[in-house]
Every structure is written in C-alpha cells, then in structure tokens.
T-cell receptor
C-alpha cells in the first residue's frame, strides 16, 4: 500500500494564479482532510470530507475549494492564490466510525506564492 | 473553545534518558487523542492513538496515557536515542467528523 500520496511535492505560484493539489489514498478510507501547517500556528484544518460526494468547511476554509468525486481522491483548489496561502499542505485520511480511527498523513506539498 | 497545548516547545536530553512529553486539552469531551512524530521537512507519522475509553497505549519504547478528568496526556519515551530527535505533536478529536485539533508540538533533541 502506498498509503496517502500527494502531488505535487513543491510548487511556486504567482499571486492570482490558480492550482489544484491532489490527494490520493489506497486504504479505502471514508474520511479525508486537508490541513495547512504554518510556523507558530501549527496545523489547521481547511476542509474535510466524510464520504464520496460530500465536503465540509474546517477552521480556515477561505480562499480554498475542495471536491471529492471519487472515494480515493480529495482535491484542494486555490482559485486565486495569495501570499498568505504560502504554507505546507497536508492531506490525511481515516476509516469511518466517527473519528475513532487513526488519521494517516501524506508527505505534504510545499507551496510558495510570490 | 477547544484547545490543545504542549509544553515545553523544545527539549534537549542526553542519550539513554527516559523522558515525558506533555499535552493538555481544554475540553474533557474528547473522543480520542493521537500522538504524531514529524521529522524536519517531512509529513506526520502516527505513533499512538488512545481512545477515550482507554487510559494508555504502548508501542515499543513509547507509552502514551490519557487522563480526561485532568485534561492531560503524556508520551513517555524510554531509553531515548538520537534517532528519536524530531517534533512530537499531540492532537485531540472531539466530534464525529474526526477533525483533529493540534498542539504546537515539542521539538525533541537527543544528544549522543
């Protein structure tokens, strides 16, 4: 099993550009999450999904959109990137059962917005 | 507001020492608590998960405890090694959506 994978690993954008980050998991997990990690702020939840076709907002959703068209994939989109979105983005997944199961994280995407 | 706090922010110990990392949370209605390890520039590796009905979990040299009444969790590392050097994060889950609320982490350095 590859676990949770993320593409790309690194990306540099100019202000106003758009991009999509892809997260894929091969563990047949129901729940998937997008977090961002910033120095001094820790990890914060952006959006999450409790199943195919469903998404919900987390703590810091502004400026991001997500889609979960397939159970194994969770996409994070930035429509118009801003320097404040410079961060390391992590995707995670867990089995169902109301959050009692472990969350497994991907290796992260390091995004710089100039 | 549900908050998770880790103190100290950094810790340096000599190799071979037993150590305890602390995690405190404000809301005792916690579903479970998960400990992670993060190496510089890397993702998060799950170490231990403690469900609210449990008081502790063990994996090798690691032992994690959970005391809901006092709002505290500890991660005990026995016979520390330089390879244990990393940032250790604790995170609480409070609801059915399984969203993690993270502490700021403790950066551990084990000196040879």
């Amino acid at each position: 099993n590859a676990g949770v994978t993320q593409t790309p690993k690194f990306r540099v954008l100019k202000t106003g550009q758009s991009m999509t980050l892809l997260c894929a998991q091969d563990m047949n997990h129901e729940y998937m999450y997008w977090y961002r990690q910033d120095p001094g702020m820790g990890l914060r939840l952006i959006h999450y999904s409790v199943g195919e076709g469903t998404t919900a907002k987390g703590e810091v959703p502004d400026g991001y959109n997500v889609s979960r068209l397939k159970k194994q994939n969770f996409l994070l989109g930035l429509e118009s990137a801003a320097p404040s979105q410079t961060s390391v983005y992590f995707c995670a997944s867990s089995a169902a059962s109301g959050g009692y199961n472990e969350q497994f994280f991907g290796p992260g995407t390091r995004l710089t917005v100039l | 507001k549900q908050e998770v706090t880790q103190i100290p922010a950094a810790l340096s110990v000599p190799e071979g020492e037993n150590l305890v990392l602390n995690c405190s949370f404000t809301d005792s209605a916690i579903y479970n608590l998960q400990w992670f390890r993060q190496d510089p520039g890397k993702g998060l590796t799950s170490l231990l998960l403690i469900q609210s009905s449990q008081r502790e979990q063990t994996s090798g040299r690691l032992n994690a405890s959970l005391d809901k009444s006092s709002g505290r969790s500890t991660l005990y590392i026995a016979a520390s090694q330089p390879g244990d050097s990393a940032t250790y994060l604790c995170a609480g889950i409070y609801n059915q959506g399984g969203k993690l609320i993270f502490g700021q982490g403790t950066e551990l350095s084990v000196k040879p």
